[in-house]
């Protein structure tokens, strides 16, 4: 997501799932876990701590990534705000190196 560590070190993530929501202190957030109904998406957003903006963002259904397991590791891909690409989520999207992603 960065190309610097000083743009790196003021990158951190914010994830929500309904009105529960977990700050991180760094891009990479590691065993959050929300009580949720797999109705429900959780909301990846991707925030510049230094300029206070919003970098990129996701919604990502619940039911498409964890169906009834209570965890899952996926890769998801992030995209700039009012990207119309943020609004969708492709599950059998695999990794691709130019572009920024989780």
Excluded at 90 to 99: I, L, Y
Aim: glycine residues 6%; hydrophobic residues 40%; aromatic residues 8%.
């Amino acid at each position: 997501l960065a190309h610097s560590s000083a743009v790196a070190r003021s990158l951190y993530t914010v994830l929500q799932v309904g009105p529960k929501t977990h700050n991180g202190s760094q891009v990479e957030t590691d065993e959050v876990f929300f009580e949720a109904e797999c109705t429900e998406s959780l909301v990846v957003t991707i925030w510049n701590g230094q300029l206070l903006k919003v970098m990129y963002t996701q919604d990502v259904p619940l039911s498409l990534i964890a169906g009834n397991q209570k965890s899952t590791a996926v890769w998801v891909a992030v995209y700039a705000p009012g990207d119309s690409r943020s609004f969708g989520f492709e599950d059998a999207m695999s990794p691709r190196p130019h572009e920024p992603q989780l």
